[in-house]
């Protein structure tokens, strides 16, 4: 039962937003009480924490199994951004500027995980592309990977950016254009604009 009142308030937060939803409402979709809600969780800051500590979770899971598909790094790069969108479609705004506003405790619980995550991930594709010529062999991977860390978080912290999910996925999208361009070797940038034209291709 717990895991299936996170799940679905992972759903109704992404969708409705971390703020406006409540246990009742949450209650109310399940069918349940809120004190059955309660028996698992003290309160809504801990529901909301360990909401996003097991989508996050999930998140990891999937970014596994794209990447044991053996796709190309820079494919790779766009089939998990591909992802993202789709599990993020229903929500309104950025999820993480909506924690660091309402809970950032959570937000910075989030961030400290994430920043070992990203980085593997980030580090893995790097030396991917490296050995596969699509990545220029004389980067800094270290700092390329704090570079791209700073852009695409900053896109949901930073109040130069629309909150509208729909903007920041355009937006993240144009980061990760950014990064490439700024690594890759001509056989990469070839490959970047065979993603680039499969993402507008999907868009229309």
Same mark, same amino acid.
Request: glycine share 4%.
């Given at each position: 039962? &717990?895991?299936?009142?996170?799940?679905?308030?992972?759903?109704?937060?992404?969708? %409705?937003?971390?703020?406006?939803?409540?246990?009742?409402?949450?209650?109310? *979709?399940?069918?349940? #009480?809120?004190?059955?809600?309660?028996?698992? %969780?003290?309160? $809504?800051?801990?529901?909301?924490?360990?909401?996003?500590?097991?989508?996050?979770?999930?998140?990891?899971?999937?970014?596994?199994?794209?990447?044991? $598909?053996?796709?190309?790094?820079?494919?790779?790069? +766009?089939?998990? &951004?591909?992802? +993202?969108?789709?599990? +993020?479609?229903?929500?309104? #705004?950025?999820?993480?500027?909506?924690? $660091? $506003?309402?809970?950032?405790?959570?937000?910075?619980?989030?961030?400290?995980? *994430?920043?070992?995550?990203? #980085?593997?991930?980030?580090?893995?594709?790097?030396?991917?592309?490296?050995?596969?010529?699509?990545?220029?062999?004389?980067?800094?991977?270290?700092?390329?990977?704090?570079?791209? +860390?700073?852009?695409?978080?900053?896109?949901?912290?930073?109040?130069? %950016?629309d909150k509208k999910l729909s903007e920041v996925v355009k937006t993240e999208i144009k980061v @990760?254009?950014?990064?490439?361009?700024a690594i890759a070797t001509l056989y990469g940038h070839s490959i970047l604009e065979q993603e @680039?034209?499969?993402?507008? *291709?999907?868009? #229309?």
């Amino acid at each position: 039962m &717990k895991e299936k009142i996170t799940d679905k308030a992972g759903d109704m937060f992404l969708t %409705f937003g971390f703020k406006s939803v409540t246990m009742d409402d949450i209650a109310s *979709e399940m069918g349940i #009480s809120k004190k059955t809600i309660y028996k698992y %969780f003290d309160n $809504k800051d801990q529901l909301v924490d360990e909401t996003v500590a097991y989508v996050q979770k999930a998140i990891d899971t999937i970014i596994d199994g794209i990447v044991a $598909k053996g796709y190309n790094a820079i494919e790779e790069n +766009f089939v998990i &951004k591909n992802i +993202f969108k789709n599990m +993020f479609k229903n929500a309104k #705004s950025s999820p993480m500027y909506q924690l $660091k $506003k309402y809970y950032p405790e959570t937000f910075t619980k989030l961030m400290d995980r *994430e920043v070992c995550t990203f #980085s593997e991930c980030v580090t893995q594709n790097l030396e991917k592309g490296i050995a596969e010529k699509l990545y220029r062999q004389n980067i800094d991977k270290d700092m390329v990977m704090k570079f791209y +860390f700073i852009l695409v978080f900053g896109i949901h912290e930073s109040d130069l %950016f629309d909150k509208k999910l729909s903007e920041v996925v355009k937006t993240e999208i144009k980061v @990760l254009e950014y990064h490439t361009r700024a690594i890759a070797t001509l056989y990469g940038h070839s490959i970047l604009e065979q993603e @680039l034209l499969k993402y507008k *291709e999907n868009q #229309s």
